[in-house]
């Protein structure tokens, strides 16, 4: 499997709009790249870049060594895996996976090698004579994947493709995905707005949003060492909680509360003293008790652990998870605190020269 | 050509289990289209004594070759070795039907149908009866090709699904085996035992971090 190096890529469209702004990144062979971000933040159009269904409109693309920014679709050896599937519905499941090389003209033999290969990696043996209307979601999905297979390409590229898919079965094709990707030890480059999958599939993750990269690492530096404001909101489940306050004599001060900072707080935040920065604390990383007052507002039990929603002083609405089955009521006013190792400090968003708001820096 | 190894043969004989017999279809609805030029030709025809008496006989006649030639092309396009019979006795009433109207037509020189802008005298009545002739050996021989070649195909098939069922053959190993001989042919996969060696140093991995935290 071959390198990617993806340099300063940039997309404006013909009305003047650009999707992505100065993209770089280099996969290594055999990684599983995942880009995540939420609708319109440009990894679909990043995607499509590559795959060459886009134009570049400035930057370079090299696939295994090769320049490929302005190959046609065709020349770059890649396969794609849409949402949609994109089956023919009037082929075989066989046909279907088999199409793509008989258009190369491949001989009979080969390509029944190759599509039962595949076939039998995806566990779909027994569907080979079936059309996809015959087939559930999931199965339509691997084939999908079969016929991205059977070209034995040197960049996998999977377009969003498990948002088709009810919750259950997501679950079961990630478990497939991760399989398929040792199995076949291929580069692949995925495009999700689901940070679950982002989270659980990655080697890598690209957080993008509004066509800039925010950040790029691996699952748990995203989760734990997020770059910015925007990376830390939306990499988590319910995201970050965040606080605007100022660094005051040890302490964190806004409105509503007053939290004492530890000696390695103090220590990150010594050229802030009297400056704004914001708190974050994942709802995971509350604490009971704390000097905090939270007005809850619903208990949510999940089983494994409880959602407490609640206003902070009553005025900022936050969300805390806790590892056990908690019983409040709304009303009820609990003392909150942050796990002190856990707790994350930013920038207040700054502004670019055009205007455009940034997402405040990680203080570390 | 090169003579094909056992392997090959195998593919070649599973291919069947997802490709369909088009040969054998085609050739069965190329004789049904020649069958159609034989009774356009049969029905342009203006002798009283056919109109009177054979016309309907003729026309259900027609009617059920047609539907019979054409399931039959389903059939054997599915390798249904019974079908390539009924094609055959289909071939065979083709050639019968030679020594029917056309033949008494052409000793009683009535074969004077007007033909793409060519009108016979009765003395040319051979003409038509050869381009009879001409259509209905034509349909004859490819419901004939149809018919071995599906049936063939089709006792291949049952062959080669005999053994796979009894698992004398296992097409995967027959696969394997070839992309091992041919591996820039074959799908790229990690072995299964580099694949357990991958996932048992993962889970230690794993684990070592687990003792760390």
């Given at each position: 499997m071959p390198e990617v190096n993806i340099q300063h890529l940039d997309k404006i469209y013909d009305g003047g709009v650009q999707a992505v702004y100065d993209f770089n990144l280099d996969i290594k062979d055999g990684e599983f790249i995942v880009l995540v971000g939420p609708s319109g933040c440009g990894k679909s159009t990043t995607l499509r870049m590559?795959?060459?269904?886009?134009?570049?409109?400035?930057?370079?693309?090299?696939?295994?060594?090769?320049?490929?920014?302005?190959?046609?679709?065709?020349?770059?050896?890649?396969?794609?895996?849409?949402?949609?599937?994109?089956?023919?519905?009037?082929m075989t499941i066989y046909e279907n996976m088999a199409f793509s090389l008989t258009l190369r003209k491949e001989n009979k033999e080969i390509i029944h090698r190759k599509v039962m290969a595949a076939a039998e990696i995806l566990d779909l043996k027994t569907q080979l004579n079936k059309k996809p209307k015959q087939l559930s979601g999931g199965q339509r999905q691997r084939v999908a994947m079969g016929r991205a297979i059977v070209r034995n390409p040197k960049l996998f590229l999977f377009d969003e493709p498990l948002s088709n898919l009810d919750a259950k079965l997501r679950g079961s094709m990630r478990r497939e995905l991760i399989?398929?990707?040792?199995?076949?030890?291929?580069?692949?480059?995925?495009?999700?707005?689901?940070?679950?999958?982002a989270l659980t599939l990655a080697d890598r993750i690209v957080c993008m949003s509004m066509g800039h990269v925010q950040q790029i690492g691996n699952p748990i530096d995203l989760y734990e060492k997020p770059a910015n404001t925007f990376v830390a909101t939306f990499i988590g489940l319910p995201p970050m909680n965040m606080f605007e306050g100022k660094v005051e004599n040890g302490h964190f001060k806004n409105q509503l509360?007053?939290?004492?900072?530890t000696e390695k707080h103090r220590e990150i935040l010594k050229d802030y003293e009297g400056k704004e920065v914001i708190l974050g604390a994942r709802p995971e990383n509350i604490i009971r008790p704390g000097p905090v007052k939270l007005h809850v507002t619903n208990n949510e039990n999940l089983g494994m652990n409880t959602l407490v929603h609640g206003k902070v002083a009553g005025v900022k609405y936050i969300v805390?998870?806790?590892?056990?089955?908690?019983?409040?009521?709304?009303?009820?006013?609990?003392?909150?605190?942050?796990?002190?190792?856990?707790?994350?400090?930013?920038?207040?968003?700054?502004?670019?020269?055009?205007?455009?708001?940034?997402?405040?820096?990680?203080?570390? | 050509m090169e003579k094909k190894?056992?392997?090959?043969?195998?593919?070649?004989?599973?291919?069947?289990?997802?490709?369909k017999n088009k040969w054998a279809q085609v050739l069965a609805l190329l004789g049904l289209v020649f069958n159609c030029l034989y009774f356009m030709l049969l029905y342009a025809e203006n002798d009283k004594?056919?109109?009177?008496?054979?016309?309907?006989?003729?026309?259900i006649l027609t009617l059920i070759i047609l539907l019979a030639t054409f399931l039959s092309s389903e059939n054997v396009k599915n390798y249904n070795k019974t079908f390539s019979y009924v094609l055959l006795g289909i071939a065979a009433f083709q050639i019968l039907r030679i020594f029917g109207y056309p033949l008494y037509g052409l000793k009683n020189k009535i074969l004077t149908a007007g033909y793409f802008g060519f009108y016979p005298t009765p003395e040319q009545s051979g003409i038509i009866f050869t381009i009879f002739v001409v259509y209905l050996v034509a349909s004859a021989?490819?419901?004939?090709?149809?018919?071995?070649?599906?049936?063939?195909?089709?006792?291949?098939?049952?062959?080669?699904?005999?053994k796979v069922e009894s698992g004398e053959v296992d097409v995967m190993q027959v696969i394997k085996r070839m992309d091992e001989k041919d591996s820039s042919n074959a799908v790229h996969t990690v072995s299964d035992a580099v694949l357990d060696e991958a996932l048992k140093n993962a889970t230690a991995e794993e684990n070592a971090q687990g003792e760390v935290k």
């Open positions: 590559v795959a060459g269904l886009e134009d570049i409109t400035a930057g370079k693309l090299i696939i295994d060594n090769k320049d490929c920014t302005k190959e046609p679709p065709k020349n770059r050896d890649i396969a794609m895996v849409f949402q949609n599937y994109a089956l023919y519905g009037h399989l398929l990707h040792k199995k076949l030890n291929a580069t692949i480059m995925y495009v999700t707005h689901d940070q679950t999958e509360f007053d939290y004492p900072l805390c998870k806790f590892a056990e089955w908690c019983n409040y009521k709304a009303g009820d006013i609990i003392d909150i605190g942050f796990d002190p190792d856990k707790v994350h400090f930013f920038e207040l968003p700054a502004k670019d020269e055009n205007g455009k708001e940034l997402p405040g820096k990680a203080i570390r | 190894t056992p392997d090959q043969i195998t593919i070649s004989h599973d291919i069947m289990r997802y490709k004594y056919f109109y009177k008496i054979t016309i309907g006989i003729s026309v021989a490819c419901l004939t090709g149809a018919a071995v070649i599906g049936w063939v195909q089709a006792t291949r098939l049952e062959a080669h699904m005999k």
